[in-house]
């Protein structure tokens, strides 16, 4: 007969730094965490990024525990919850010495969990871990191995789109959309689940369409009219969607998905120009993500000289306006005085933790290389009258620690859906070149 009792969770670091709170997301069951973890978590007790919040957070929580740590029964950790125990490593297993010739943290691990799977059987035991070549190397010695699930979203193909077709409705709809005020309350469109606040409609009869919005507060949708921002105009439905979304002063989040070419960036930042008076500055950052395992010590120059590269991105779109604009003329003139001015202020992501963001137009670049947990501390920094704006791509992750279905831009979407100061938009087709396209199908 199959054990049916409490299972045994043994937590990799990775998962800990990744979320300070998990001990407390295993429900009924119980956590060990290998001493090797403890020794790791105290390279990160020092620090101002994520990670090292997340490490003196989790430290926190488990000295606060009481009972011994250290005994098999281990430390409640609550009502309806588990146990927690720091699990000390066992002599050196054969298989694992045979497999692995080099002593690693990791393999430490592996060897606390192979030791508890074999004085827990027949209880299940289960490594957790959000490197995926440790829960390989598990898989391959017989062992349990998952990743840590608590703050994934169910699945990319059902992640909200922002975006909904309606085939066959009434041409005199859709011309009276067109008249004025351009406005047509809900119980007249035929639709076949209640729409949510902010989400955006293509309504069709054969070769005539409209583009409009549902707005909650009237509960009716308004059209959606193409406009130009500081030289950008939007060249297909989801662009104009999402310049609608981003020059609306009653939304405060917007989030902005799409693979590269669509054009998240480029909106954003030509929004936010265009709408500059209402704000006391505009601030573009990005997560710094060194390439190729290569830390910023490897580039030469200064900070300012490392950081350029990653932030050559969002300089490439200002460049981009200002073509569109004109060199010469007063608008393109003017992006240079709010950048000397810092009006308009280009920084990584990491220098604007601790800043209390009042009156900002807050663009978030590569936001799919974000955590759940950091997304959470920029947007609760939002000060009055604070817009905040996350771009990214959910396919292309630079983190190795993150995927599709657990990183912040994709955490967001999903649960801010349906709230009536969000809203989203993917963007789907490119529009940086025939070439372009034509690469991004064929190859």
Avoid: W
Wanted: with cysteine; charged share 25%.
């Amino acid at each position: 007969m199959p054990f049916t009792g409490p299972k045994l969770f043994v937590l990799d670091t990775n998962v800990i730094l990744h979320d300070g709170r998990c001990i407390r997301n295993f429900e009924e069951n119980d956590v060990a965490i290998p001493i090797t973890v403890l020794e790791e978590l105290d390279q990160f007790k020092r620090g101002n990024e994520d990670i090292h919040f997340q490490a003196r957070e989790f430290l926190r929580r488990i000295d606060a525990l009481t009972g011994d740590a250290l005994s098999t029964a281990g430390s409640p950790l609550g009502p309806g919850l588990g146990t927690i125990r720091v699990v000390l490593g066992g002599a050196p297993h054969d298989r694992l010495h045979d497999s692995f010739l080099q002593d690693t943290p990791d393999h430490r691990i592996l060897q606390t969990t192979l030791e508890l799977h074999r004085t827990q059987s027949p209880r299940q035991v289960i490594i957790v871990s959000k490197d995926t070549n440790l829960r390989m190397k598990a898989k391959s010695l017989g062992l349990r191995a998952q990743d840590y699930a608590a703050d994934k979203v169910q699945g990319v193909d059902t992640l909200y789109t922002g975006r909904h077709t309606v085939e066959g409705l009434h041409s005199e709809l859709i011309a009276e959309l067109y008249g004025n005020p351009g406005v047509l309350a809900l119980e007249r469109v035929p639709l076949d689940r209640p729409p949510m606040p902010n989400e955006n409609f293509i309504l069709r009869n054969g070769s005539t369409s409209a583009l409009a919005t549902f707005r909650r507060a009237d509960a009716a949708f308004h059209r959606v009219e193409k406009q130009t921002c500081y030289g950008i105009a939007p060249r297909n439905a989801e662009q104009a969607f999402a310049l609608r979304a981003l020059l609306d002063d009653d939304i405060k989040l917007v989030t902005l998905s799409g693979t590269a070419g669509t054009g998240k960036t480029l909106l954003a930042l030509a929004a936010a120009l265009e709408c500059r008076q209402r704000y006391r500055q505009i601030l573009l950052a990005r997560p710094v993500v060194p390439l190729s395992n290569r830390d910023l010590g490897f580039l030469p120059g200064d900070i300012a000289d490392k950081l350029d590269p990653y932030m050559q991105p969002l300089y490439d779109n200002l460049t981009v306006i200002r073509h569109q604009c004109g060199e010469e003329t007063q608008a393109a003139k003017r992006i240079v005085d709010m950048r000397e001015s810092e009006k308009l202020l280009i920084t990584p992501l990491a220098y604007i933790r601790g800043r209390s963001l009042q009156r900002m137009f807050f663009i978030v670049d590569e936001a799919q290389n974000l955590t759940p947990h950091e997304v959470k501390t920029i947007i609760t920094r939002a000060g009055e009258g604070t817009k905040i704006v996350f771009t990214g791509d959910v396919a292309q992750i630079d983190q190795p620690y993150l995927d599709a279905l657990s990183n912040g831009l994709s955490y967001l979407i999903h649960r801010m859906t349906g709230q009536p100061i969000h809203s989203h938009v993917t963007l789907e087709k490119g529009e940086r070149s025939a070439l372009a396209d034509l690469a991004s199908e064929l190859l």
